[in-house]
């Protein structure tokens, strides 16, 4: 990546204005606002550096599997806030990576113009948005400011202008006319027009304007001639770390929303992004899922986030196979609410994406939801999902093959239901395997309350439990009867204390209740809210050996031997929920 010869900005304007330069699909929206232009201005005439900038030569045969956008000239914040597309003819362009705004904002400045909305003023009142041009004040430096600026330089309309330089309080010197001026003799001969000929400061102002314009070789770029854009694409990320992070996947989903027809990619993928994270008790999906669910439900050959993935043909198929990929998500979102998964209990949003795949190769709608003849095949897409985020590391390492794999399986299995036995041994194949051993065991019997594993396994011990309602974490014996002084106060020991303490927040003093009944037990002792909420002794006990709590203690003094026992029931349901028989 060899540095080049530094440019002048009018050469860098120039070959802007040819379409030499051009903008890459990679690149953001213009941001820059109209202080900040003037600081660059201000700078320049400082003679301070503007920083590198870096260029990408993109190869002649690759140039047109890209899309191109042109750099802002007339900046409209109604009418054109965004870089027009290029329909550009076969040839070598230069693509910046680095230096977008600078030379959008050298642009502006120099050949183009700036309308922002006036405060106070309604957005569809057309006057609320007057065009203005950058000026300096020849006559005067700037006033004393935070950001030490030196030179006045100011986005004014020309009327503004016009008013104030005939008042004689300053002279606003447009800066577009550093480009139409030659030399010293040029800005002499300006000045004399206005009777400013004897100003040394206009006269000095105005020359080392002509220098930053057409003299100075400000623009220090480094060239980059590499045909992967992969490794282009990644080199933009560390350059563009500052600021707004900028990740892999929003580069792609630029890529995306530059090649597709009918529809915004952007909007699309980020609407629907926003529709997932609804459903139940809300979920955080990201774009990245939503992005690699469209790879891997568009049928594209490799699910990996790689440009090649992005090009023009995978994404007409994609876009046209929007539709079906966005009722897919949906119902993959709904069904993980319904086994009880949200934000805060769901491990790996990846799971999100074999589900949307299963669902959309058989076609399923909504009825699945609740469909009494797809109650065996939901129960084991259930029983896989939270076996699979049960499981360490599954959703970790080597993601991107397992999906693949995973995509495989479905489509060669997966016609009449969901193939779980196929699918765990191709999982078992890639090092995947969901059989638990005895330490795993071990490990989600002692969970503790905020794990992201204390719900699925809840649900997974009380099958009568419907999760799809709102439920609540409840500690069965309340951490306020269990806290030290109230330990004290009951006459336990310090070792005894210890015993309750060390057992307070574990799985076997956990149970899901629905909210009302969370919220009137309370700090309640357990076997009085449970005497209160069921005086008849049948519907009691029925109700304790529902959650496993057949000898559910008055009092805390007995609270150990209650978990012990209770922890002891749980791990042997945990072992047989989870091992199941081994594979085929």
Known sequence: MPFQTPI????????MQAHEYVLPAIQREFVWGTHQIAALFDSLMKGYPIGSFLFWKVDRERASDYVYYDFIRNYHEMKAPHSPRLDLPPGRYTAILDGQQRLTALNIGLRGSHAEKLPRKRRANPDAYPTKHLYLNLLAPADENEFDLEHDFRFMTDADAQQDNQAGDAHWFMVQDALRLNDAPDAWRYLQRFGLADHDRAFLTVSRLLDVAQKDPSINFFEEGEKDLDRVLNMFIRVNSGGTV?????????IATAQWRSLDAREAVQGLVDELNRVGHGFAFTKDIVLKAGLMLGEIGSVQF???????????????????????LRLAAHLLADFGFSEHTLRANSVLLPIAYYVQHRSLGNSYRTGSVHRDDRENLRLWATRSLLKPGVWGSGLDTLLGALRATIRESGA???????????????????????D????????LYGSRNVVPLLGLLNAGVDVRH???VDHVFPKKQLSTAALKRRG??????????????????????EGTQNIQKLDALPMAWVREQFPDESGRLQWLAGHNMHDLPEDVQDFPAFYDARRARMKENIRRVLIGPPPA
Do not use: C
């Open 492 to 513: 336990l020991t310090a070792e005894q204390i210890e015993e309750v303490r060390d057992r307070m927040n574990g799985l076997a003093n956990l149970q899901l209740l």
């Open 306 to 328: 790689r440009v090649t993935n992005f090009n023009q043909d995978n994404m007409t198929v994609l876009e046209q196979r929007w539709e079906s990929i966005e009722s897919a």
């Open 470 to 472: 709102e439920f609540h």
């Open 440 to 447: 795993e065991i071990d490990d989600l019997a002692d969970s």
């Open 8 to 15: 002048t900005v009018k050469t860098a304007l120039e070959r």
């Open 416 to 438: 009449t239901g969901f193939p779980v036995a196929d699918i765990e041994r191709t999982m078992a194949q890639r090092g995947k395997s969901l059989r638990f051993d005895d």
């Open 246 to 254: 900028l990740s892999y996947s929003d580069l792609l989903l630029s």
